[in-house]
């Protein structure tokens, strides 16, 4: 079973530019969340979508949008780079279903690492 | 809004020891989810336990188990027999509505 694939692996921007990041979950998941990741801030959470519906954001500006396709794949979007930008982005699937098979976990993909110049 | 605190930024064990690994968190919740995550160096995340809040009972996982107290608000985890393989990152984080508050992290190097 693959696992959750995000590209791309590294980018570099500079400031102002967009950028878009896309995340395709493990067959069968219908969630699909994004986390920022920095070494002073930590892991924080950015949204998580199911079925195509955002359920719940984090606390980021509105540059950081996302949104999730029919098929469960996922783009987040950042626009109008800035410095501070710069940081691993992860995405995360999990089943998300009311039900046994819902344990919470995540399964995370290895990360899109953004640099912003 | 619920926060998440480890305290112990970085620590170091010597191979085959015990080291426990602190985690508490703050919530008015009483229905969550309690995880402890694992990011080796330049590999992905994964999961190591997980904990239902309304299960009394700790969850263990081979060498890895927790000290889940709920009114103290407190999620250890402790691994025991610890290996080579076990550096890495280790992140606390609570769950509530499909939103997971992640701790920032104790950095373990298990030293041979």
């Known amino acids: 079973k693959a696992g959750v694939t995000q590209t791309p692996r590294y980018l570099i921007k500079t400031r102002g530019q967009q950028v878009t990041l896309s995340c395709s979950p493990i067959s069968g998941h219908r969630s699909v969340s994004w986390y920022q990741q920095t070494p002073g801030q930590g892991l924080q959470f950015l949204f998580e979508y199911f079925s195509e519906t955002q359920r719940n954001k984090g606390n980021f500006p509105g540059r950081f949008s996302g949104r999730q396709f029919s098929n469960s794949r996922s783009e987040m979007n950042v626009s109008t780079l800035e410095l501070g930008d710069s940081a691993l982005y992860l995405c995360?699937?999990?089943?998300?279903?009311?039900?046994?098979?819902?344990?919470?976990?995540?399964?995370f993909g290895e990360g899109s690492r953004l640099t912003v110049l | 809004a619920q926060t998440v605190t480890q305290s112990q930024p970085e620590m170091s064990v010597q191979e085959a020891e015990t080291v426990t690994l602190s985690c508490t968190y703050d919530t008015s919740e009483n229905n969550y989810y309690l995880f402890w995550y694992k990011q080796p160096p330049s590999r992905q995340m994964i999961l190591v336990i997980r904990q239902e809040a309304y299960k009394q009972q700790n969850a263990t996982e081979n060498r890895f188990s927790v000290n889940f107290q709920k009114a103290a608000k407190s999620f250890s985890l402790k691994i025991s027999d610890s290996q080579l393989g076990d550096t890495a990152m280790y992140f606390c984080?609570?769950?509530?509505?499909?939103?997971?508050?992640f701790g920032k992290g104790t950095r373990l190097h298990i030293l041979p």
């Open positions: 984080a609570f769950m509530k509505f499909f939103k997971i508050i």
């Open positions: 995360a699937s999990s089943f998300s279903s009311v039900g046994a098979r819902n344990t919470g976990e995540l399964f």
